[in-house]
C-alpha cells in the first residue's frame, strides 16, 4: 500500500509560480510511474502530467505544456511539478497518483492509477 502526500499548494496572483511536491511511502517509488491531475469546481477531474519510473520520459496535457513541469527524485521518493505563468484557470484540487505500470498509452486516464493523494489547493488570482 503506497501512501501519497502532497504539499506546496497555495493562492498565488496570475504570472506567479508554485511548486508542489508529492512524497511517497509504503512501496518501493522507483516502482511507479507517478503523476499530476487536478479537479477545478464543477468539472470533472483532468489530467495535468506524468512521469516514468525513470524519470526518463515526461508526458503533459496540452493546456500546461510549457509552462508546468513535472520531476521526481526517486532517492527522496518526491515528486514534483514545478507550476510557472499560472493562470486563474489553473485554479484547482491537485492531486498525485501512483500507476504501477509501464504505459505509452491511457497514461492521462485516471483509473489506470492505483494509489492517490488527499490533494492540495492551488487558487489563481488575476
Known amino acids: 500500500q503506497v501512501q501519497l502526500v502532497e504539499s506546496g499548494g497555495g493562492l498565488v496572483q496570475a504570472g506567479g509560480s508554485l511548486r508542489l511536491s508529492c512524497a511517497a511511502s509504503?512501496?518501493?517509488?522507483?516502482?511507479?510511474?507517478m503523476g499530476w491531475f487536478r479537479q477545478a469546481p464543477g468539472k470533472e477531474r483532468e489530467f495535468v502530467a506524468r512521469?516514468?519510473?525513470?524519470?526518463?520520459?515526461?508526458y503533459y496535457s496540452d493546456t500546461v505544456k510549457g509552462r508546468l513541469t513535472i520531476s521526481r527524485d526517486n532517492a527522496k521518493s518526491t515528486v514534483y511539478l514545478q507550476m510557472n505563468s499560472l493562470k486563474p484557470d489553473d485554479t484547482a484540487v491537485y492531486y498525485c497518483?501512483?500507476?504501477?505500470?509501464?504505459?505509452?498509452?491511457?497514461?492521462?486516464?485516471?483509473?489506470?492509477?492505483?494509489?492517490w493523494g488527499q490533494g492540495t489547493q492551488v487558487t489563481v488570482t488575476s
Open positions: 497518483a501512483a500507476d504501477r505500470y509501464i504505459r505509452v498509452t491511457y497514461y492521462s486516464t485516471a483509473e489506470k492509477y492505483d494509489y
Open positions: 509504503g512501496g518501493t517509488f522507483s516502482s511507479y510511474a
Open positions: 512521469i516514468s519510473q525513470s524519470g526518463g520520459s515526461t
